[in-house]
């Protein structure tokens, strides 16, 4: 278990980059299918998913490691360890505040430490569904059931549950001081302010930015480009309409969504942070609708 869990975090410091992250370690149960002469066998594991920006038409990518010791072939006293690698692009729905259905499909490769019986290493495809639950401190349950085709023609059902934590940018703190600039509102519109103030609001349960506001954040990177050796810290915010957790998140991918572009207008990747706060940081009380509008936005800060 410590290498499964070894692995998994040295692939995600491979594809850091300031952005939230879960990590879910996992017990589960294989059922085995076709003519496959292993019999049913439980699994542990751990998985990390990253979420991705608008850009893609995932919401998140997870790399997990399932592994079973001692497993039996059906037909003889032998037993063998298997071990589960896969890279999987996930899709989520939200249902309600507490919960969400996601769908999942990728690739992966079955390990097989004593091969008998025709029962090989290979690669395989996996396809399946899911759903969460949110809990408290962020923290969620997710179940799901996995379809395994191997490349081979053997097939394999996996179910599995899993405690999901966030980490990431969430806590992030600043060591240096942060020049702020405020807001600027008029008739509730997202404006920039002569290529010195940046600020976009968005729909509800969204992190796309409008085509009427894109022009926003391409004037403030080329005012970005005119202030020697500056940084951009891109603020993620959400009013507080569903979960913590789900909020966090949703932040965070409105972070990222204006730091695209600004990426495509020109801006170095490493001159630009993002940090979701979700519902902590309110510009005014969410206690109508004008006000959680007002709330579901980016702020851009310089440093």
Known sequence: MKKILASVLLANLLLANNTLYEIKPMVGYVDTKDNVDIKNHKVVGVGVSKDLTEQYLIDELEL??????????RNSSEDTKITLFSVNGIKNYKITENFELYALGGLGYERISDSEYGNESDPFFNYGVGVGYSLPNDLSIKVDARHELKFDNDKN???TVGLSIPFGQKNA???????????KKKDDMTISNVNKDLSVLFEVDSYTIKDS?????????QYIKTVPNVKIVLEGHTDSTGTESYNMKLSQKRANSAKEILRASGISEDKITT????????FVPNDTIENRQKNRRVIGQLK
């Not at 703190?173 to 807001?183: A, D, L, P, Q, Y």
């Not at 506001?213 to 990177?221: F, P």
Request: aromatic content about 12%; hydrophobic content about 30%.
């Open 157 to 159: 059902i996996i179910y």
């Open 64 to 73: 997990s490691i399932l592994q079973s010791k001692d497993v039996d072939y």
């Open 213 to 221: 506001d894109i022009n926003a954040v391409k004037e403030y990177a």
């Open 275 to 282: 940090i979701g706060y979700g519902e902590t940081k309110p």
């Open 173 to 183: 703190s600043k060591k240096k001081e942060v020049k702020k600039f405020e807001m």
